[in-house]
């Protein structure tokens, strides 16, 4: 390890209660549940210390959602735009000439050998914003602390800028940039677009993607991730009363059985296709036919082929028409009752609408090089870093997606993600951010 990285690492090692205090700052802030104000004042917060790097801010705003996409909480599928933050996109460009190179001739060369650094979070959390989970409370011994979002992944929010902020009290000059979206808990629809085109534009450079997502419960890295889409089946038939005019009848319910049946026979976990079903929706009372019903799954696969497959599969279940010879538009859910005048005819309908967003992110030769470099730089502070993977999606499957090689488990230590006893390792808070910034140092000097 270089001097200087040695003055980095110590530097952040006398930071560790600013660090926890910090995190107590944001952990206070509820971001769950898409609490728009406390999304918008923890962006403000943390791009106004990136502003004082010199990184610009540019605010983009969300695409829409498919109006189909399940709500919890909701009943049913959602209104598709909803109310989500605009993604922060920060960047910064080296800021400091290079000696010896134009600046006698008036101009201001800087170094671009090395590789621009795309660091991303998220703000949001799966906590309800007025429950009783709403603060950080650190143990009698100081080893851990409970609260919502602390590892997963405000814990992660902190160690970067705090990171960032130490390399330029240091005087060591990088070029990045830092996305932070509010939207990641939900599937990151409104922010997808945005992490698509930073990633792109790193790729190009020749970059690399660095997410904050919590390290495996040993610590460890994810190297491999399998992709995951959503989707939902919805049937149409027709109302009867089931005592008077059951032949008049066609179930929709009966409809969506059959081929939620089929569905589960296309499951194969041991090539990594996995398909669950639920929730479920269908009939008003027992003695109705049931005229319309739905359900709404998730899958996962190991690789664009099986993605595909997947989705082919689901389409291919799709039958009928809306009754007046068409299907309802692609991304939106069939109208709650047939319109007036209809045929009727070819009940019942089925409708299959997909959307497979996150893509699956690979063991590549330069995520392993990239792995490998998190794992050295780790070695050299004591830590260990073993790699890992898992079924669980992030927001490193889009980016990688693009061709940007990405590491996305670079946060802190923890666990009981998504319950009332998330908990973070406060020593992880340090560890983990000495390990991020000497890897931005190595990453911008062309290691």
Known sequence: MQDNEFKLCAAISAKARVLLEDLRLHVGLPTGCGNKNALNETRDRLTQRLRRLGATVELVPGEAKPEWLFEAGKGGSGSGAGHVPPTAVCRRARQRPVKGKGIEAGGADFDNSGKPVLIVGHLDTVHDPSGPFKALTVAPDGKTATGPGCVDMKGGLVIAVAALETLDEMGIDCEWTVVLNSDEETGSYHSEKALRAEARKCAERGGVGLVLEPALPDGGLVVERLGSGQFMVEARGRSAHVGRDFEKGVSAVTALAERLVTIGKMADPARGLIVNVGPLQGGVATNVVPDLARAWGNV??????????????????????????????????????????????????????????????????????????????????????????????????????????????????????????????????????QLLAVMVKRISEGQ
């Open 300 to 433: 996962r696969f190991s690789s664009k082929a099986e993605a595909d497959e997947l989705e082919g599969k689901l389409k291919g279940l799709e039958t009928g028409d809306n009754g007046d010879g068409r299907l309802s538009p692609a991304g939106k859910p069939m109208p709650q009752h047939l319109p007036t005048g209809s045929r009727g005819q070819d009940l019942p309908i089925v409708r299959v609408h997909t959307s497979f967003n996150r893509p699956a992110k690979p063991l590549t030769p330069e995520v392993q090089k990239l792995a490998e470099l998190a794992a050295a730089v780790a070695g050299e502070l004591g830590q260990k870093l073993p790699f890992g993977k898992t079924g669980g999606v992030c927001d490193g499957n889009i980016l990688q997606s693009e061709g940007l090689a990405t590491i996305d488990t670079l946060g802190v230590r923890g666990g009981g993600l998504h319950t009332t006893s998330e908990w973070i390792e406060v020593a992880s808070l340090v560890e983990r951010c």
